[in-house]
């Protein structure tokens, strides 16, 4: 039978014979330790950039809301029947919303020989001509329309009065055989109180109201003075808090909405202003 052979041992300087060996248990508990202290040392200088980044992303994120929130607010405000807006409580916003706007007849003019197709503001007028464009509006009572609105008492669509055709009207609107113009219908029929110098006539189809509680601002749509605002969507959340004032326009300036709102998550807070001028031709 053969034999295996055996292997040398390795001989050390001065003759003295070793057998391979590894790290021992010691040497690796060693290593670990410098591993964790080195570790632990660059985690310091890390950590710091690192929560920097991390803060500098929520405040990005909190401008971010705020400023949509804003700009909503804002192309609202742009689109609202001039001398609606107003603040309740100074957390909210609130005003009409223009769905259409155009120009009421005021003379026959050409082509409508018939005073029939004029608004008429000495009685309670059924049938009239607007130049618009207006939507085509089929036996519809949840639309008003609005004549000189100036926001004032006697002269105030919120309150009801009779620069606005009251709830329950019936509207109609349609195409008329004068070109450029559509033909406007109401059951019953509206004296409109006050003659707009510039003949304007504005559709409304909601109120917009803008509120702030419970850390959110939320945005109310779908309902028209009498009624009461129902729940509204969410715009933004994380809201520390929200303020708005507004100044009312004059002959010689427009009017001007202020909004403040601030937002606050994990200790960071951000706080915007935003000013929105408001058209106030009626």
Not at 106 to 111: A, E, K, L
Not at 120 to 145: K, M, W
Not at 148 to 168: F, R
Request: hydrophobic share 40%; glycine share 10%.
């Amino acid at each position: 039978m053969s034999r295996g052979t055996l292997s040398a041992p390795r001989l050390r300087k001065g003759g003295r014979a070793t057998t391979p060996r590894g790290f021992t248990l010691v040497e690796l508990v060693i290593v670990i330790v410098i591993a964790g202290i080195i570790a632990a040392g660059v985690s310091v200088f890390i950590r710091g950039p690192v929560e920097a980044w991390e803060a500098q992303h929520r405040r990005a994120e909190l401008v971010d809301a705020a400023e949509m929130a804003l700009r909503r607010m804002a192309r609202d405000v742009r689109r609202a029947v001039p001398n609606s807006v107003r603040i309740t409580g100074d957390d909210t916003l609130e005003m009409l919303n223009t769905l259409a706007g155009g120009r009421y007849r005021s003379s026959p003019g050409p082509g409508a020989a018939s005073a029939d197709k004029r608004l008429q503001f000495n009685q309670a007028d059924t049938a009239f001509n607007i130049q618009g464009p207006f939507p085509t509006i089929a036996s519809a009572d949840n639309y008003r329309l609005v004549v000189y609105n100036l926001g004032i008492p006697g002269a105030d669509a919120w309150t009801g009065d009779a620069v606005v055709t009251p709830p329950g009207t019936i509207i109609n609107i349609e195409a008329d055989d004068v070109p450029g113009e559509q033909a406007v219908t109401l059951a019953p029929g509206h004296q409109f109180a006050l003659q707009s110098p510039y003949r304007r006539i504005f559709l409304v189809d909601t109120a917009v109201r803008y509120s702030c509680g419970d850390g959110e601002m939320r945005r109310h749509v779908g309902y028209l003075p009498p009624d009461s605002p129902p729940p509204g969507a969410l715009v933004t959340e994380n809201v520390g808090g929200c303020a708005f004032s507004y100044s009312p326009g004059t002959a010689t300036r427009s009017g001007l909405v202020t909004a403040r709102i601030t937002l606050t998550d994990a200790g960071e807070t951000i706080t915007l202003l935003h000013q929105m001028h408001v058209d106030n031709a009626p």
